[in-house]
């Protein structure tokens, strides 16, 4: 499948609505970002000229009322924390710091144009989107979190989350451009102010449509890799039904940038060329880390924040330096039908492909002869087990697959054994990639 260098797409995925005066707090026991204006560190001299500047923050954010969100940057040198209207990307994790599922949390609403919100505005509010196949898990975890939690936990089925993208240095500019001007705001007001400029002004969407916007978000998991946003309409290509497709975005932008509709197949694709992982792509049950989910790369998280769920692993993890291992994209080389049935093999027995270097001369321990002694003291011989990485996706000729990092950086070159139609095993190539967006690894 070709990808189109431009597209916007409905994803599909569950969106909830958490209101209430608790929200925020509540919020922050969950995800791995943070949500309240707390520096934590257990020592007063641990902090630096940096988190100094930041400190006030618990003075300009007050967390009782619908302030935004925070903005930080864990790569950014000079650790600026900034508040904003946009949504950003996270995860919530469980209590053995195992990965429940990645989200996007958005503040809701994303502006009051005109006092169009004026009721959403008067309290804490956010919607938060995770894949639509955990749509019940998330619920039942909500419910479990909640407590005595001032909170209103609402499924929204008549809410739309869509994605836009254009591959070109020019878009990525624009983006550079906007983020700057209306998403790093020092203060709530600012925040609130530069949002309802953003739409004002036209900048992404036509005005018209400011009563149907919810949600905006820039998609940083890479670097200006795309835009999402929520509606309370679905955009219409082909009936009358919702908002056409033609009236989403301003004159000024379709002038400048291409708007084609595509599946969200292709978002798929484009995510898997680019190794961006989501915690769907993976079977069912599959036990992930953070940090093997790459969260650290895709600025989900906060160093500083405080306890939530599943964090004290996270943390020594990454102060301790013990990351060994990290999901990469792969890339298969064989013949066209060999890697049409890789693509027929159901995902739930994809961890369980044995992976193995393309040159491999290991032999393999023998296994016990059929005729050998039983000797109770002696230890048992067993098979070693040779697989060096395991599959976690695929689409078509790509892939995603957790590797240890050692490994990858001594070879790259694997192959993979699968059954074989025709009977007994097959093998394909894989080539691991390297993201050029990744920081140093």
């Not at 209590?95 to 994303?110: I, T, W």
């Not at 609130?192 to 969407?205: G, T, V």
């Not at 004159?251 to 694709?269: A, G, P, W, Y």
């Not at 087990?385 to 695929?394: C, N, Q």
Request: net charge negative; aromatic share 10%.
């Amino acid at each position: 499948m070709s990808i189109a260098s431009s597209g916007i797409s409905q994803l599909s995925k569950s969106l909830v609505r958490i209101r209430g005066p608790d929200a925020t707090r509540f919020l922050n026991g969950l995800i791995t970002s943070r949500m309240l204006p707390d520096i934590v560190k257990k020592k007063q001299h641990t902090i630096s000229d940096s988190e100094n500047r930041n400190i006030n923050l618990t003075e300009i954010i007050d967390v009782s009322k619908n302030y935004g969100i925070i903005h930080e940057d864990i790569y950014d040198p000079d650790m600026n924390i900034t508040v904003t209207r946009a949504g950003i990307n996270s995860m919530i994790l469980n209590s053995k710091g195992r990965v429940f599922s990645d989200c996007f949390l958005y503040p809701d609403p994303f502006h009051n144009v005109d006092g169009v919100f004026d009721n959403e505005m008067k309290g804490p509010g956010y919607i938060l989107e995770v894949d639509s196949q955990i749509s019940s898990q998330l619920m039942m975890l909500l419910k479990l979190h909640k407590l005595s939690a001032k909170v209103d936990i609402t499924p929204e089925k008549k809410l739309y989350s869509y994605y836009y993208y254009t591959d070109t240095a020019e878009f990525d500019e624009w983006l550079e451009n906007i983020q700057t001007q209306y998403f790093m705001s020092p203060d709530p007001v600012t925040a609130l102010q530069d949002a309802n400029s953003f739409i004002k002004n036209e900048i992404f969407f036509s005005k018209n449509i400011a009563k149907n916007i919810l949600g905006f978000a820039i998609d940083n998991r890479i670097p200006n890799f795309g835009v999402k946003f929520i509606t309370n309409e679905p955009i219409s290509v082909m009936s009358d039904e919702g908002i056409p497709l033609d009236s989403v975005f301003s004159d000024s932008f379709k002038q400048e940038f291409e708007v084609i509709n595509v599946s969200e197949d292709v978002l798929t694709k484009r995510r898997f060329q680019s190794g961006l992982f989501e915690t769907h792509d993976a079977p069912k049950d599959t036990s992930l880390l953070p940090f093997e989910c790459n969260l650290d790369f895709v600025n989900g998280l906060s160093l500083d924040k405080g306890c939530y769920v599943g964090q004290e692993l996270t943390i020594r993890s990454y102060n301790n330096g013990t990351i060994r291992k990290r999901i990469f994209p792969v890339e298969f080389f064989e013949d066209a039908n060999a890697i049409g049935e890789l693509n027929k093999i159901p995902k739930s027995a994809l961890t369980k492909l044995e992976i193995t270097p393309l040159n491999d001369t290991t032999p393999e321990q023998e296994e016990p002869k059929e005729d050998q002694v039983f000797n109770p003291f002696s230890k048992s011989v067993r098979k070693r087990k040779t697989s060096v990485g395991k599959l976690l996706a695929v689409d078509d000729n790509l892939g995603l697959a957790v590797f240890s990092i050692s490994d990858i950086k001594k070879n790259q070159l694997y192959k993979l054994e699968m059954p074989s139609l025709e009977g007994g095993n097959q093998a394909i190539g894989i080539k691991v990639n390297v993201p050029e967006w990744w920081p140093e690894w």
